[in-house]
């Protein structure tokens, strides 16, 4: 587990499929910025075991214990290539409260103490202000336009992508200790 101040970060088990696969086809937590995936329980398993994606998934817990949303990273599939991508989603009464921000900034701490990367990056669509204040907050800096990369509610969209640099982030900001 990996603690911050307000969320914790716990490791998405099997028993946490139903949730997660309920919080991927669902039109509301996802918003009016992301389509949902539908996606069976099977079809969301097989893909936090990608090998090609080396995707690792956490559930963000509030400190009571209650699960409000996910976030995760995963390999930007290239040999000359050392980073990893972050994405995330909060469930829609848990947003603009700083849980998303703390939650990134304890995976950015993490992946930065424990993977040989020199970037961390993430797209938001082009309208999404509250996510581009997140990864703001946490230290990345938006590097450009997308242009059309994602079917977004039938319609191909821009998305913004940012990224943060190893010698822009320094040392944690948040991560107490990983359990």
């Known amino acids: 587990m990996l603690e911050g101040k307000h969320v914790n970060l716990r490791v998405i088990e099997k028993e946490d499929l139903p949730l997660y696969a309920e919080w ?27 090998t090609v994606y080396e995707t690792k998934g956490f559930i963000i817990e509030k400190k009571d214990g209650s699960k409000i ?12 290539m050392k980073m990893r991508e972050i994405g995330y989603g909060l469930i829609p009464s848990e947003r603009r409260k700083g849980y998303c921000t703390e939650a990134a900034q304890i995976i950015v701490d993490y992946l930065f103490l ?27 800096k938006r590097e450009g336009t997308l242009r059309k990369p994602a079917l977004i509610k039938g319609e191909w969209t821009d998305l913004f992508i940012f990224s943060i640099l190893r010698e822009e982030w320094k040392e944690p900001k948040i991560l107490a200790k990983t359990k």
């Open 69 to 80: 949303g996910y976030i995760l990273h995963f390999n930007v599939p290239a040999p000359y």
């Open 24 to 50: 991927f086809n669902n039109t509301d937590f996802f918003g009016e910025f992301q389509s949902p995936l539908q996606l069976s329980r099977a079809e969301l398993e097989e893909f936090l075991k990608s």
């Open 114 to 140: 424990t993977q040989y990367i020199a970037r961390i990056q993430a797209t938001t669509h082009t309208k999404n202000v509250i996510s581009q204040k997140v990864l703001e907050k946490v230290g990345f």
